[in-house]
């Protein structure tokens, strides 16, 4: 399965340099193209088509859809230069999403978050520090630690969730003690914020419907995995992030693109013989 599906005629940004069969670049990152084929039981790979005519061949991660991108302004740029001196007091970082789910497949991204301790001078300071560091490219950001506990203490998802990560990459000492207290923030109040998320999501699902005919299947199977979530937390005193003993019900809720795909060239194929 996939979880991005490009359907042929939909436009798209090239996240990387087109070199095509020579040795010089013949677009650069970021250029637009259109779909014109789309990936089979023998060939895993979208076919785009440029403004000139030419064509070539990318995987699904090398695209993004040209509706959903945005590059980044001089604004960005400067956020991310004053939020680099941060990353090195990244204390703690986790993986979360689908790959800490045990729902993933080779396609899907590393999400990772985690917790940053900023020097006590920047505190001090008239300045302060950011309640968040973040870094789109990379799909990574961290919560200062006060702003942290006040999201666990709430009961957040995201933050519970970040604790419980079985996939830890960083564990600093500074952060051993909140990961010793971490049932703490397991209150009552885990049902009205898992819930709300859940409502939040039933409703997006409602309005896709009303609106373009069908749901978004990836969002039906995190509504059904934030329930499971929720009723273990207050049932069992734990946040089972990873929920894989479910896998095979959860990823049958979303459709099966690339199986549904061979069928429709096999069946094309049968046609040709005809």
């Known amino acids: 399965m996939i979880d991005t ?13 087109v070199r095509g069969g020579g040795s010089r670049d013949l677009f650069p990152e970021g250029v637009v193209g259109t ?11 979208y076919g785009v088509r440029f403004m000139d005519g030419s064509e070539e061949a990318f995987l699904g991660s090398d695209l993004a859809l040209l509706a959903k991108y945005r590059q980044p302004t001089e604004g960005d740029a400067e956020t ?12 703690y970082q986790c993986v979360i999403g689908s790959r800490a789910y045990g729902l993933s497949n080779e396609d899907s991204d590393v999400d990772r978050r985690g917790i940053y301790l900023p020097r006590a001078e920047d505190h001090w300071s008239l300045f302060g520090v950011p309640e968040q560091i973040e870094c789109e490219a990379t799909q990574e ?16 998802p995201n933050a519970l969730e970040c604790l419980y990560s079985p996939i ?13 207290h971490r049932s703490i923030f397991l209150s009552r109040l ?25 749901i978004k299947w990836k969002h039906a199977m995190h509504l059904i995995r934030l329930l499971i979530s929720g009723i273990d937390i207050l049932r069992n005193q734990r946040v089972a992030v990873d929920v894989g003993e479910h896998r095979d019900e959860l990823l049958a809720i979303r459709p ?4 549904a795909n061979e069928l429709l060239i096999q069946a094309r194929r049968s046609a040709l013989s005809d």
Not at 5 to 17: A, E, F, N, P, R
Not at 80 to 91: C, E, G, N, T
Not at 168 to 177: G, H, I, K, L, Y
Not at 256 to 259: A, G, P, R, T, V
């Open 35 to 45: 779909i014109v084929s789309t990936p089979s039981s023998d060939r895993a790979t």
């Open 5 to 17: 599906l490009y359907v042929v005629g939909c436009q798209v940004v090239v996240l990387k340099s």
């Open 80 to 91: 991310q230069l004053q939020q680099a001196r941060y990353y090195d007091r990244v204390i």
């Open 190 to 214: 885990v049902y009205q914020t898992y819930s709300g998320y859940v409502a939040s999501q039933f409703k997006k699902l409602q309005t896709d419907l009303r609106n373009q005919g069908q």
């Open 141 to 156: 950001a961290y919560w200062e630690y006060q702003k942290f506990l006040i999201l666990a203490l709430k009961a957040n």
């Open 168 to 180: 830890v990459e960083r564990q600093e000492p500074e952060v051993q003690a909140l990961l010793d």
């Open 256 to 259: 099966d693109y690339l199986k």
